[in-house]
């Protein structure tokens, strides 16, 4: 069973979300286990105050390293072992689908979730082995990055989904954007679904998938397009394609 465990000051947060739809699914079959660690648990003071000011002046509050080492290790001595733990922070490298497959191989992992201004230094540096940020902006609190990586990474875990091969046609995972879908009824507002796939040629309408993938990453994501390795079936759909749009 694969096993995340997320140190967190709102555990309330973690079970909301990633306790439904296909990832509690997923719980409850056994799966996976997603486990929130609520750091005020380990205060050593009456009021479960985890943060303080923070030296050499400056706004907001920093949590302290004491009660985050001991939720730390509280989840080494469980599973008698150090998991490999990750730091939600805009300091680190951005996750992309690539390191979600690297960590979906990972059978345990612990995500610290921070907060206000941030996480004594000093406690980073002894239990965190790497540091992820979900994008270029600033959170409120580490949480929804945390819950980022973890439906990411989970989704890739062997019978998590429905259809295992799924995910491998999606947007990003295949290195292009993903075709168009289209479902019933056949007219909306006046427009129709695509005739090729109401044809029931499969291979035609493998084809047209792959030309509208071509075609969406080189109109909204030319990086992507320049980064994929492209056959020269592909380079012909993508500039058939063009031609009948201009």
């Known amino acids: 069973m694969k096993t995340y465990d997320i140190l967190t000051l709102f555990p309330d947060m973690i079970h909301a979300v990633l306790g439904t739809s296909i990832i509690g699914r997923a719980q409850n079959a056994g799966i996976l286990q997603v486990n929130a660690i609520n750091i005020r648990d380990f205060a050593e003071n009456k009021q479960n105050r985890v943060d ?6 400056g706004c907001g509050m920093v949590l302290q390293p004491g009660p985050v080492f001991r939720a730390h290790e ?9 998991p490999h733990t990750i730091y939600l922070s805009p300091k680190g490298k951005v996750f992309t689908h690539a390191r979600a497959l690297e960590l979906a ?23 965190v082995d790497e540091e992820i940020s979900v994008g270029d902006f600033v959170l409120t609190g580490g949480e929804l990055g945390a819950m980022i990586v973890v439906d990411a990474v989970a989704r890739l875990v062997d019978g998590v989904l429905a259809e295992p091969e799924s995910w491998q046609q999606e947007s990003i995972a295949g290195g292009l954007l993903e075709y168009p879908q ?33 075609l969406l990453t080189a109109k909204l994501r030319p990086d992507l397009l320049e980064k994929a390795e492209l056959s020269k079936q592909d380079r012909k759909l993508l500039s058939q394609g063009q031609e009948e749009c201009l």
């Open 52 to 57: 303080d000011y923070p030296y050499g002046g």
């Open 74 to 82: 509280e989840v080494c001595r469980r599973c008698g072992s150090r």
């Open 105 to 127: 191989q990972m059978d345990h992992i612990v995500l610290l979730a921070g907060h206000y201004e941030g996480v004594d230094q000093r406690v980073l540096d002894e239990i």
């Open 182 to 214: 289209y479902t019933r009824p056949e007219e909306f507002h006046g427009q129709r679904v695509p005739e090729v796939l109401l044809s029931g040629h499969h291979a035609r309408i493998d084809q047209w998938r792959r030309q509208q993938s071509l």
